[in-house]
Nanobody, 124 residues
């Protein structure tokens, strides 16, 4: 049974930083591609960043230079450091896991498992 549990979301001011975590219950974390997506009220789920199992990272243009995805394979945890949070960043942030090669990791269809999400709220 695969489980993903996000944490770290909270209310912060614009310009602040947050670090999200995703604890994964998987047999082998090093072989899994992981990602963060987000969904704001009234909008579709949006790709934020991915970490391919071989070590490549990809970011949405809207977060490049502000967000950093990382992973701790030994502790089976995915992170996302979010700096300089902007009014357009509030959303429920989800982590997702995918198995396979040559996946298009910026699409939600690539992922087999999702966490329940963690809410990030920005006060202006």
């Amino acid at each position: 049974q695969v489980q993903l549990v996000e944490s770290g979301g909270r209310l912060v001011q614009a310009g602040a930083s947050l670090r999200l975590s995703c604890a994964a219950s998987v047999p082998s974390f090093s072989g899994v591609s992981m990602a963060w997506f987000r969904q704001a009220p009234g909008k579709g789920r949006e790709f934020v960043a991915s970490s391919r199992w071989i070590g490549a990272y990809t970011y949405a243009d809207s977060v490049k230079g502000r967000f950093t995805i990382s992973r701790d394979n030994a502790n089976k945890t995915l992170y996302m450091q979010m700096n300089n949070l902007k009014p357009e960043d509030p959303a429920v942030y989800y982590c997702a896991a995918a198995w396979g090669r040559d996946l298009q990791l910026d699409t939600s269809a690539a992922y087999n498992y999702w966490g329940p999400g963690t809410q990030v709220t920005i006060s202006s």
